[in-house]
């Protein structure tokens, strides 16, 4: 997905062709705290079962607390709707309209928690810092020492990257795109101005990129990159996404850097949907995409491969990227497809886009446009290594 001005159609098409004759031929939170020595006020609440609490300040118009287990020292919540089967809370500050709590873990010394939705089956959150607005975690495991989440919409514990070991991995990067994050995405590549006519949307937790043509009647490119705003050297990379049909259509999920004068990059996946076999069918779906790095970008020499699957615009799909200081192990839906021994130590931005062009050849009249025909991102997320 070299950048135009380096690196020509042209120049990518005859590089692939040569690398597919090449492999032919070679078989190829909570609640926060304030520690009272008294119990002055408590109006409206209804107990059941729970065991002890001491030294708590003032509960408010609260909703029914369960068979909780002990709460210690805690400062003031008000407004709260039910808390269920609950674990342990120490030392905890404030809860301010919140919702529903149901059978959480342990909470400890925890910051503020303002006018959050429903916590659901939490693990144990440790030291945490501030939660304002949030909107309802799920199953999530441990939390330790986090800063402040603002405004967020709804947080699903998330795994390891597919078919690696979770323990090994930090994350640094998630987007399952419950609404479009522009402090972390733009809508369009450096050397380029983003276009007025909308091609990209998220809708139903996905982020969708369509073909369309501009109002001067041609087919236009739409890159979504956190250049900027998101740099990582090393560790797991990893999209799960649907991809379009058609003829000229060339999805892609890269890294790349445009402030080093080398230009590195890594292309995770390309399709052509529009190629010859294997690229695609004859209905023009996808049935083939290509894993490439360029250590020096265009300037330089290249590592490809040409990655068969079934059908890519039929299902969701995991594209990932295992980076480490002397290889690059490219993954699909878990599974290691491809390895190289490279060394490529600079940092580099993520990159989503639909372009056209290059093996899947020109968009033409039988190009399917339009939202129904979208590269669907069901979320793309980094880890660095422990």
Same mark, same amino acid.
């Given at each position: 997905?070299?950048?135009?001005?380096?690196?020509?159609?042209?120049?990518?098409?005859?590089?692939?062709?040569?690398?597919?004759?090449?492999?032919?031929?070679?078989?190829?939170?909570?609640?926060?705290?304030?520690?009272?020595?008294?119990?002055?006020?408590?109006?409206?609440?209804?107990?059941?079962?729970?065991?002890?609490?001491?030294?708590?300040?003032?509960?408010?118009?609260?909703?029914?607390?369960?068979?909780?287990?002990?709460?210690?020292?805690?400062?003031?919540?008000?407004?709260?709707?039910?808390?269920?089967?609950?674990?342990?809370?120490?030392?905890?500050?404030?809860?301010?309209g919140s919702g529903t709590t149901t059978g959480s873990g342990?909470?400890?010394?925890?910051?503020?928690?303002?006018?959050?939705?429903?916590?659901?089956?939490?693990?144990?959150?440790?030291?945490?810092?501030?939660?304002?607005?949030?909107?309802?975690?799920?199953?999530?495991?441990?939390?330790?020492?986090?800063?402040?989440?603002?405004?967020?919409?709804?947080?699903?514990?998330?795994?390891?990257?597919?078919?690696?070991?979770?323990?090994?991995?930090?994350?640094?990067?998630?987007?399952?795109?419950?609404?479009?994050?522009?402090?972390?995405?733009?809508?369009?590549?450096?050397?380029?101005?983003?276009?007025?006519?909308?091609?990209?949307?998220?809708?139903?937790?996905?982020?969708?990129?369509?073909?369309?043509?501009?109002?001067?009647?041609?087919?236009?490119?739409?890159?979504?990159?956190?250049?900027?705003?998101?740099?990582?050297?090393?560790?797991?990379?990893?999209?799960?996404?649907?991809?379009?049909?058609?003829?000229?259509?060339?999805?892609?999920?890269?890294?790349?850097?445009?402030?080093?004068?080398?230009?590195?990059?890594?292309?995770?996946?390309?399709?052509?949907?529009?190629?010859?076999? @294997?690229?695609?069918?004859?209905?023009?779906? @996808?049935?083939?995409?290509?894993?490439?790095?360029?250590?020096?970008?265009?300037?330089?020499?290249?590592?490809?491969?040409?990655?068969?699957? @079934?059908?890519?615009?039929?299902?969701?799909?995991?594209?990932?990227?295992?980076?480490?200081?002397?290889?690059?192990?490219?993954?699909?839906?878990?599974?290691?497809?491809?390895?190289?021994?490279?060394?490529?130590?600079?940092?580099?931005?993520?990159?989503?886009?639909?372009?056209?062009?290059?093996?899947?050849?020109? @968009?033409?009249?039988?190009?399917?446009?339009?939202?129904?025909?979208?590269?669907?991102?069901?979320?793309?997320?980094?880890?660095?290594?422990?």
């Open positions: 997905m070299n950048e135009r001005q380096f690196f020509t159609n042209a120049a990518r098409v005859a590089l692939i062709s040569s690398f597919s004759v090449l492999l032919a031929a070679c078989g190829g939170g909570g609640s926060t705290s304030s520690d009272s020595s008294q119990l002055p006020v408590t109006s409206g609440s209804s107990s059941t079962g729970s065991e002890t609490g001491t030294g708590t300040d003032t509960t408010t118009g609260s909703g029914t607390t369960t068979g909780s287990g002990t709460t210690t020292g805690s400062g003031t919540t008000t407004g709260s709707g039910t808390t269920t089967g609950s674990g342990t809370t120490t030392g905890s500050g404030t809860t301010t342990t909470t400890t010394g925890s910051g503020t928690t303002t006018g959050s939705g429903t916590t659901t089956g939490s693990g144990t959150t440790t030291g945490s810092g501030t939660t304002t607005g949030s909107g309802t975690t799920t199953g999530s495991g441990t939390t330790t020492g986090s800063g402040t989440t603002t405004g967020s919409g709804t947080s699903t514990t998330v795994a390891g990257p597919a078919g690696q070991d979770a323990s090994l991995y930090t994350l640094t990067f998630s987007d399952d795109f419950n609404s479009f994050n522009s402090s972390a995405w733009n809508d369009h590549i450096w050397y380029e101005t983003s276009n007025a006519t909308k091609n990209y949307t998220v809708e139903n937790g996905v982020l969708k990129i369509w073909p369309q043509r501009d109002a001067t009647g041609n087919f236009f490119n739409r890159a979504i990159d956190t250049d900027g705003k998101f740099y990582q050297t090393y560790g797991y990379f990893e999209m799960e996404a649907q991809l379009p049909i058609g003829k000229g259509t060339w999805p892609a999920f890269w890294l790349y850097n445009h402030d080093q004068a080398d230009h590195p990059e890594i292309d995770i996946m390309e399709a052509y949907a529009g190629g010859t076999s @294997p690229w695609g069918d004859n209905n023009d779906h @996808p049935t083939a995409y290509g894993t490439t790095a360029w250590p020096t970008g265009g300037n330089g020499s290249s590592y490809f491969k040409q990655n068969m699957t @079934p059908d890519l615009s039929a299902g969701f799909h995991k594209y990932g990227l295992k980076w480490e200081p002397s290889k690059l192990t490219f993954y699909f839906d878990g599974s290691a497809v491809y390895t190289v021994n490279v060394t490529m130590s600079s940092r580099m931005y993520i990159l989503l886009d639909l372009w056209y062009g290059s093996a899947s050849g020109t @968009p033409d009249s039988t190009t399917p446009t339009g939202k129904t025909n979208s590269y669907q991102i069901n979320y793309v997320r980094a880890w660095q290594f422990k």
